[in-house]
C-alpha cells in the first residue's frame, strides 16, 4: 500500500532530531508517502505540507515521533484520541518506547507497504474526587509526597469498598504494562510484556520490608486516599509525568483500566524481548 500521510511529531529540541529529519523526510518521499507537520513548524523543511496541527492529525494516516520517551507519550494521547497508528523513531538515550533506532530508516519502507501490525497498548484511566474530567496514562500515575514532605500514608480500596492495601512510602506509582519500564522499574517493579493487561502497583521507598510490586487485575477499580497520619496537605498526583492536582482530605483517586488504546506499529522481527535485551545492555553500560 502507497501513498500513506505521515504525520512527523519531533522534539526539535534535541539536537540528535534535526540530524534525523532530512533523511527521514527524503525517505519517506522515495515511498511515495505525504508528509505533514503542524504549521508551526513552517518554513524549517522542504517537501512538507504545514497546516494547523488539528487539520493533520485527522487527515493522517500514521503518526511518526522523534524524539524520546517523553515525546512518545505527548504523542500517544493525540495516536489513542484519533486512533492513528503510532511508531517512534528515537533520537534521545534510551528509547524504551521506541520502535526504531536512527540507523534503521530502511523500516520505513514497509511502514509505506503496510508491512506491519498494530499493538492496541493498555491505558489508564485517573480522575480525582468529583472533578468530571478524566485523565489517560500510557506510562503511569504517581501518587506521591510533594517536595522535601516526610512519608505519606495511602489507603486503596476497590470498587466495593473493600481494602486492597496500605502504605506508607514515598508514594504510588500505578503503571501500565508499558510504564512497567519507566518509573515502576527504578522503584523495583518487574518487567511486564506489553500484551499482558494488568495495573503494576509500585510503591516508591516503602517504610517496610515486605511491600513489593503487585499485578493486580485490569478488571479493578482503585481508588486511593490519604490516611494523613503525618503529612495532610502535600500530596502530588502526576499522570506520565505531568502534574495534575494534590491531594486532601476531601478527595480520593480513582484509576482503572482505560476502555481507550494507544495503536503502536510493530515490525515482526522487532519483539519486545529483543528491543528490551538492547535497551537493558545500554543501560547497563550507561550509555
Known amino acids: 500500500m ?8 519531533p522534539n526539535l529540541t534535541r539536537d540528535n532530531t534535526l540530524c534525523l529529519m532530512e533523511p527521514l523526510i ?16 513552517a518554513g524549517r ?5 504545514f497546516a494547523p496541527f488539528d487539520e493533520q492529525i485527522t487527515g493522517c494516516d500514521v503518526i511518526i515521533t522523534v524524539g524520546g520517551d517523553g515525546t512518545i507519550l505527548h504523542s500517544a494521547k493525540h495516536a489513542m484520541q484519533h486512533q492513528k497508528p ?14 526504531l533506532e536512527p540507523n534503521e530508516m530502511e523500516y520505513l519502507d514497509r511502514l509505506a507497504d503496510g508491512d506491519y501490525t498494530i499493538e492496541n497498548r493498555m491505558m489508564l484511566e485517573m480522575r480525582v474526587g468529583g472533578d468530571p474530567q478524566l485523565y489517560y496514562a500510557l506510562n503511569d500515575v504517581v501518587i506521591a509526597k510533594g517536595g522535601h514532605a516526610r512519608l505519606v500514608d495511602l489507603e486503596i480500596l476497590d470498587g466495593n469498598g473493600q481494602p486492597v492495601g496500605s502504605y506508607r512510602a514515598d508514594g504510588l506509582i500505578f503503571a501500565t504494562p508499558t510504564g512497567s519500564t519507566a518509573y515502576s522499574l527504578s522503584a523495583g517493579g518487574p518487567i ?23 499485578l493486580l487485575s485490569p478488571r479493578m477499580q482503585l481508588n486511593v486516599r490519604s490516611k494523613f497520619v503525618n503529612n495532610s496537605d502535600n500530596i502530588v498526583v502526576s499522570v506520565d509525568g505531568e502534574r495534575i492536582a494534590g491531594l486532601d482530605a476531601d478527595r480520593q483517586v480513582r484509576i482503572q483500566k482505560s476502555e481507550r488504546t494507544v495503536p503502536f506499529i510493530n515490525f515482526a522481527e522487532k519483539t519486545f524481548t529483543g528491543i528490551l535485551s538492547k535497551k537493558l545492555k545500554s543501560r547497563g553500560e550507561g550509555v
Not at 26 to 41: T, V
Not at 202 to 213: K, N, W
Open 45 to 49: 523543511f522542504a517537501g512538507v505540507h
Open 2 to 9: 502507497m501513498g500513506k500521510k505521515v504525520l512527523i511529531m
Open 26 to 41: 527524503r525517505r519517506l518521499h522515495s515511498c511515495a508517502c505525504a508528509i505533514l507537520m503542524d504549521e508551526k513548524y
Open 192 to 214: 511486564v510484556d506489553p500484551v499482558i493487561d494488568t495495573i503494576v502497583l509500585t510503591p516508591i521507598c516503602p517504610h517496610s520490608l515486605y511491600d513489593r510490586s503487585i
Open 86 to 99: 503510532l511508531l517512534g523513531i528515537n533520537s534521545g538515550r534510551l528509547g524504551y518506547l521506541a520502535q
